[in-house]
Structures are given as C-alpha cells and as structure tokens.
C-alpha cells in the first residue's frame, strides 16, 4: 500500500468556548476506545494541572519551549497567554493511515492543514444562551467578560467550507452520536495500515 493510499485524517474540533467541544469529543472517546484506528490526542498546555476544563499534559512554559525545540509537536500554537502543542505522534498515527482526533483552534488551523495530509474541520456550536450558561458555571468570567465574549464576531478560518457542524445545544448524547457517525463514515471509506482490534 503506498503512502498516500495509507494516510489518514486529523479530525480538528474547533468551536467556541462553552460549546462543549471536550464533552463531544469525550463521548466519542468512551464509544470508541477500543479501535486503534482511532487516537483521541492529548494536547500539551502551559497550563496548571488544576485546571480540569479538559485531559491535557500540563507542562510549564519552559518545557513547552524545550519539547518544541526537540520537535515533540507537530503544530504548537499560543491563545490567551498560553503555549498548546499537538504531539508529534498524532502525525505519526495519521500518516500510517489512522484517524487522529484533536481539539484545535480555528487561529491554528493553517498550521494543521500544511501539517497534516488531510483535515477534517468540525465545528461544535451551541445556542448563546446556553454558552452563556456553561461559562458562567465555570466561574472563570464576569457576567460581563461573558457578554463581551458572547458578541465576538469569528473570522473567517481555514476549512471552513468543507467543516462539519455539530449543534450542542441540546442533550450530549445527540451531539456525540453525530460526531461518532462522521468519525465511522471516513473509517469506512479509508484504507489504514492500522487493525481494529476484536
């Protein structure tokens, strides 16, 4: 099999916060934990390890520093104050043909797609009202950094004519139902050096 028969699909998850993008991708990871055609990839974060907003490797910003420079990502970006990096190994799992699930960012998004062979953008949206009741149940922001955040318009961003949209508004179940769906659909239809197992 050659290697561009072999390649996979990075599945970027991109959406605004509140929209419930690690539920999404949780419940997807819970369905299919036992497929090893399938990686749910763990971000690296400058990020203290209390946080719990999402299963990421706190590192500090030194060790980000030094991990990129050894080339351990294979996309780093930084968001409000913070380094994020996406491991090496996800590119790895693509290129042998497997389909590697990562929450990204739409501001990273040019990076991804000159990384990866091939990228599928979902995007988890969710109506104001209801993110607007997640991030104050967080408790991270005022009620008014809430609305200001709520008002921001969102660039235009790479992928985004071919993104899949995912609405969160409602019960998880729907959502994540829907993702696994579009997951299985490119499992069917792409070729991988990788076995599923059972």
Same mark, same amino acid.
């Given at each position: 099999m050659s290697a561009a028969r072999a390649s996979?699909?990075?599945?970027?998850?991109v959406g605004? +916060? =509140?929209?419930g993008k690690d539920s999404v991708i949780g419940f997807? %990871? !819970?369905v299919l934990a036992d497929d090893p055609r399938v990686m749910f990839v763990r971000r690296v974060i400058s990020r203290p390890a209390h946080d719990a907003s999402e299963d990421h490797e706190p590192v500090s910003v030194a060790e980000f520093?030094?991990?990129a420079a050894s080339g351990a990502f294979a996309v780093t970006w930084q968001a409000h104050g913070l380094h994020y990096g996406l491991p090496a190994t996800s590119q790895h799992h693509v290129a042998a043909g =497997?389909?590697?699930?990562?929450n990204g960012s739409r501001q990273a998004l040019d990076a991804v797609f000159e990384t990866y062979p091939d990228v599928q953008v979902v995007?988890?949206?969710?109506?104001?009202?209801?993110?607007?009741? %997640?991030?104050?149940?967080? =408790?991270?922001? +005022?009620?008014?950094e809430?609305?200001?955040?709520?008002?921001? +318009?969102v660039a235009a961003y790479r992928g985004a004519e071919r993104a899949e949209t995912i609405d969160n508004s409602g019960a998880l179940d729907a959502a994540g139902d829907a993702f696994v769906r579009l997951i299985r659909e490119r499992l069917?239809? !792409?070729?991988s050096a990788l076995t599923k197992s059972g």
């Open positions: 996979g699909v990075l599945f970027a998850v605004p +916060s =509140g929209a997807a %990871r !819970h520093e030094r991990r =497997g389909i590697a699930i990562a995007e988890v949206v969710a109506a104001p009202e209801i993110i607007a009741g %997640r991030l104050a149940a967080r =408790g991270r922001e +005022s009620g008014d809430i609305v200001a955040r709520l008002k921001r +318009s069917a239809c !792409h070729p």
